[in-house]
């Protein structure tokens, strides 16, 4: 009943936790069985999104080590829901990502990553894209755990939300690290964030451009983003009458691969 009180509604998710219902769901996620865990975490997941106090109020109360509990030994139900309340929870929220990290949560939502159904794989990668999230020490961690390979097969095979996450999660991993964008592109990122900037729906096409403008800033990379093909759909998104902030992330990766246009003429 509260999972369904607290789905998109404001109000009702303020006034659940004013009650005192965070205690009692997080002890019940805590020693419940499998349905009663499934039940709490969704509820709890519900709660924390786009809720700043709530989310700190879940994590005061102790949920984060229940949580990697279940992704670590719940069943395929659990785990999504597991992912995805560690989503929520980190969502906009440097605390929550540092203590999901302490927690060991980053092993277990790459191996869901690896391993998970389909919808199992795109919580994880919303997951591990907020982790990743303006975190250096995070994002190193996640590409040390192995992170990139299954998010570059979530961008080959998923679904549009899939896609969408593991592009997400991609782009924050190759904010500065030069490591881990040279990594990005071995992994063979590159074909399929291309496909996903011909295809995608507009948050695919988005991320997929964001992710080749950091890409495209490591000179190494260049030569390899210009050869699968991206010079013509960033053209064709800086074009385009909608879409300003992709615009300007396809400018941006444009400008990058020119010096290797230049240097090849």
Known sequence: ALCKLAWKNAVNKIAIVRAGAVDPLVQLLRTGDAVEKRRVVRALGNLAANNAD????????GA??????LLRTGDAE???????????????????????????????????????????????????????WDNAD?????????????????????????????????SNLAWEEEDNKVAIVRAGAVDPLVQLLRTGDEKGMGHAA??????????????AIMQAGAVEPLQALVQCDRFNLF?????????????????RR
């Open 210 to 223: 964001l992710v080749l403008s950091r890409l495209a800033t490591s000179a190494v990379n260049r030569l």
């Open 78 to 132: 659990g785990k999504t829901h597991a992912a995805g309340a560690l989503f929520n929870l980190t969502t906009n929220n440097a605390a929550n990502k540092v203590a999901i990290m302490r927690a060991g949560a980053v092993d277990l939502l790459v191996q869901l990553l690896r391993t998970g159904d389909a919808e199992g794989k795109t919580r994880a990668a919303g997951a591990l894209c907020n982790l990743a």
């Open 138 to 170: 995070n994002q190193v961690a996640i590409v040390r755990a192995g992170a990139v390979e299954p998010l570059v097969q979530l961008l080959r095979t998923g679904d549009a939300e899939g896609k969408t996450h593991a592009a997400g999660a991609l």
């Open 247 to 263: 615009k300007s992330y396809a400018a941006e990766a444009l400008k990058c691969l020119q010096t290797v246009s230049s240097t």
């Open 54 to 61: 709530n989310q700190v109020a879940i994590v005061r109360a």
């Open 64 to 69: 984060v080590d229940p949580l990697v509990q």
